[in-house]
């Protein structure tokens, strides 16, 4: 993720779960990487690393609330690295960059369409255009071009207006119809809204890489807990 404000370091056993981490509204504005090395001693280990931060969120937020902003942090962290892995997802699903799908995802969550479902419509639209090319020459598109689901559907959307209401369900489906239906009530226009996501938003393949790691981690962590 880039151009983050907060930098935190979690490590188990050496290894970099997750290098970067999004604002978490509440913590301070300055906590550097003085998140010591966690052992891998279960939480209890965890909890200790956490000490190495406790002077300054004290000083600024009072002991009661350490544990809250430590538990903040590390939801951060699953959030981000759920994100993060599901750009990774989307990314592969239809053949584009992560930093790309995480501008989708990034777009059509925000108005509460999921990543599953955006896949489902890029490939659907990809189908569509490949037994209607005549579609995909009227929305600008090459056969080569109608056949990449992130490009499909990006023309697909840009489109709408160009299309007939057989042709929109032809190239989206009854479900994709309703989806995508909210962008357009919404006046969204899709180039646009993809050029101003955020770069807090945006993630790359280490990223994606991070993230599984982490949550590799969080999930050995839980079973050393679990068997104590």
């Keep these: 993720m880039a151009k983050l404000d907060t930098f935190i370091n979690i490590k188990v056993d050496g290894t970099a779960a997750v290098r970067e981490l999004r604002n978490v509204e509440g913590a301070v ?7 010591e090395e966690v052992s891998s ?13 406790g002077s300054k969120l004290g000083a600024l937020a009072g002991p009661a609330a350490i544990g809250g902003v430590a538990a903040g942090l590390f939801a951060a962290a699953n959030e981000a690295s759920d994100l993060a892995i599901s750009a990774g997802t989307i990314s592969t699903a239809i053949d584009t ?26 490939l659907q639209v990809t189908g569509a255009l490949e037994n209607t090319p005549e579609l995909a020459d ?6 080569e071009e109608a056949q990449n689901p992130a490009m ?9 207006d ?13 479900e994709g119809i309703r989806q ?49």
């Design 180 to 228: 995508i239906s909210k962008l357009v009530d919404l006046g969204i226009d899709l180039d646009d809204a993809l050029a101003d996501v955020s770069d807090q938003r945006l993630f790359n393949r280490d990223d994606v890489t991070d993230a599984q790691e982490f949550q590799a981690t969080v999930a050995e962590i839980k079973g050393i807990w679990e068997g104590m």
């Design 97 to 122: 960059s992560v930093e790309e799908a995480s501008r989708l995802q990034a777009v059509f969550g925000d108005i509460g369409i999921e990543a599953t479902d955006l896949v489902d419509i890029a």
């Design 41 to 53: 001693d279960g939480l209890s280990g965890l909890d200790s690393g956490l000490e190495a931060i």
């Design 162 to 174: 160009l299309l007939t209401k057989t042709e929109q369900m032809a190239l989206f489906g009854e």
């Design 138 to 143: 009227r929305l600008g598109l090459s056969l």
């Design 152 to 160: 499909a559907l990006k023309a697909a959307v840009d489109g709408w």
């Design 29 to 35: 504005d300055d906590v550097d990487d003085s998140l």
